[in-house]
């Protein structure tokens, strides 16, 4: 019995060992946006007119990039609060960007709007790209992005975007 523990104990050790690569064989990840960083430059497609935006022809905007789908609840009970915050700060150098994750893309993302009665201004990312440079691991998830295309802000889950303390924050990025 103790000679086949032992030799478990053996295939276990070198089945691990097989596995490991050293730092220099490890492939090299990208990078993933972090607060005080440059913001990844992302590409993404206008819902409305299909048009490419690039996040670096912002520069000069306070951004907030929310990536969000119709399937989530959180997702959309902040919609309302996305929309007076935009009403709000319009005129001002700020910059919705709504990115949907949604499979369904254009249509189904057309429907919830009609269906509701809501509207952001949604681009999609229909590679997935935007969302894995910015570490995206769940909706909503979103990113604020200064006048300098500096990532000064992550915020994990729905938020009430329309709060004084919100609205002053955004306020205070924009002078």
């Known amino acids: 019995m103790q000679r086949i523990v032992l030799f478990f104990i053996a295939c276990l050790v070198l089945s691990l060992t097989a596995c490991t690569k050293s730092k220099n064989d490890a492939p090299k990840q990208s990078a993933i ?3 005080k960083s440059p913001a ?5 497609v206008s819902l409305t007119n299909g048009s490419t935006m690039k996040l670096s022809d912002l520069k000069g905007k306070v951004v907030l990039l929310n990536f969000w789908a119709t399937w989530c609840p959180p997702c959309r009970e902040e919609i309302p609060s996305m929309m ?3 009403s709000k ?3 001002k150098p700020f ?5 949907s994750i949604d499979e369904g893309g254009k ?11 809501f509207m952001l201004p949604t681009y999609l990312d229909q590679s997935g790209a935007s969302s894995k ?3 995206v691991t769940g909706v909503p998830e979103s990113f604020i992005i200064d006048k300098r295309g500096i990532l000064v802000k992550k915020v994990i889950g729905g938020m ?9 924050f955004l306020e205070g990025l924009l002078k």
């Not at 990844?40 to 993404?44: A, E, M, Q, T, Y």
């Open 33 to 35: 946006a972090t607060e």
């Open 40 to 44: 990844p430059d992302v590409s993404v």
């Open 89 to 91: 700060l319009a005129g």
């Open 84 to 86: 007076k915050l935009n």
């Open 160 to 168: 009430a975007w329309d709060s004084p303390e919100a609205v002053s």
């Open 95 to 99: 910059q919705m960007v709504a990115i």
């Open 133 to 135: 440079s910015y570490g």
């Open 107 to 117: 249509p189904a993302i057309e429907s919830f709007f009609k269906q509701s009665g």
